[in-house]
């Protein structure tokens, strides 16, 4: 079995909520009870890991000189470029939590 990770609180709570939704997911994969279990033990490190935010950062840095319209225009295309990113990240997060979480239920199977 996976050693247990101590999450920081905020992650502790995201986690928390997550657990009722993951446990069915895991069973619904064929897990015993047992197994799921496990499964949860050992996920639960790839949970931090798999936080969009622990990903990426977009930061805006408004260099001097730029006018009013042009500082709009740069925020404007950041936040969509982000909006776009964080659609992707969330698409391949749920990709890679499918794929470690049917990898994990295989093992203790």
């Known amino acids: 079995m996976g050693k247990l990770l101590q999450l920081p609180p905020s992650e ?6 997550q657990m009722g939704g993951l446990r069915k997911e895991i ?33 805006l840095w408004c260099e ?3 006018s009013d319209v042009q500082h709009q225009a740069l925020t404007e295309a ?20 499918d794929i470690i979480l049917d990898l994990l239920v295989e093992k203790y199977r």
């Open 12 to 17: 502790e709570l995201a986690w928390r909520r």
């Open 64 to 66: 001097e000189g730029f």
């Open 27 to 59: 069973a619904a994969k064929g897990a015993s009870p047992a197994a799921t279990e496990k499964v949860m033990a050992e996920f639960r490190g790839y949970h931090r890991e798999l936080a969009p935010d622990s990903i990426i950062t977009f930061n």
């Open 78 to 97: 950041v936040y969509r470029l982000r909006e776009d990113f964080d659609e992707y990240c969330d698409t391949r997060i749920g990709i890679a939590k």
